[in-house]
């Protein structure tokens, strides 16, 4: 099923679910406006923890909510399966989160399938999701998407997307190996700067893993 608009989406799956508007934005942990945003022109939209909080409210595919694509119930990354990619990394990371009905979604539960199926080299107990907050990795990722990032990777290994630590803070970057051996480190936002290392000199630089996968799902590379 594919409908035009966010606005009839939300509609159709708010009249199927037999909800209010009061029920999804007290269950999205969102302002009343915030909803009312959604069912309101032909150009709005949804993304992020909001689509994930929606969807577990009115039961319906993230994909189909956000886009229109594919089927209305057809969840591909099931919010409802009993095979959980827990995350516990860290405070930036999603943990799993009590299943109270009508409750903002602190967590968001892949289904360990699908994460398998597309990362099969990869360890499941080694894979955590961790939640974009800014738009530095713009466009490739922005604020609101999840990354599912491979924990048991500490070193650079190749050209790539990592998620690093130092004295300010946990950030999502590129790291990109200069001919000289040093580590250049930028962000796809041109807008933000990039730095330059030496990794074994560096004190204040640590890789704590390596993002392989995202959602919404977009190439890498």
């Not at 594919?2 to 939300?10: E, G, H, I, P, V």
């Not at 709005?44 to 969807?55: D, E, F, K, P």
């Not at 989160?97 to 499941?124: A, G, T």
């Not at 990354?147 to 500490?154: A, F, L, M, T």
Request: glycine share 6%; net charge negative.
């Amino acid at each position: 099923m594919r409908t035009s608009t966010l606005q009839d989406r939300m509609k159709l799956a708010l009249e199927k679910s037999g909800l209010s508007k009061t029920d999804l934005w007290k269950g999205c942990g969102v302002s009343s406006g915030t909803v009312t945003a959604w069912f309101k022109g032909p150009n709005q939209t949804i993304s992020g923890i909001n689509l994930m909080n929606a969807c577990k409210i009115l039961g319906v595919n993230p994909e189909w909510l956000a886009t229109g694509i594919g089927e209305m119930h057809e969840d591909l990354h099931q919010l409802s399966s009993e095979h959980f990619l827990k995350s516990d990394l860290m405070e930036s990371s999603i943990e799993i989160y009590s299943k109270q009905p009508h409750s903002p979604i602190k967590s968001i539960n892949f289904d360990l399938d699908w994460v398998e199926s597309r990362l099969p080299n990869h360890q499941s107990e080694n894979l955590n999701i961790v939640f974009v907050t800014n738009d530095s990795m713009f466009p490739t990722f922005k604020a609101g998407d999840f990354v599912i990032v491979d924990s048991s990777i500490h070193r650079f290994t190749h050209d790539g997307i990592y998620l690093i630590e130092s004295s300010a803070g946990i950030f999502i970057k590129r790291i990109h190996k200069n001919m000289d051996g040093s580590l250049l480190i930028k962000s796809d936002n041109s807008t933000f700067g990039s730095e330059t290392i030496f990794e074994h000199q560096s004190s204040d630089f640590k890789i704590i893993g390596k993002v392989n996968l995202s959602w919404p799902e977009k190439s890498l590379t």
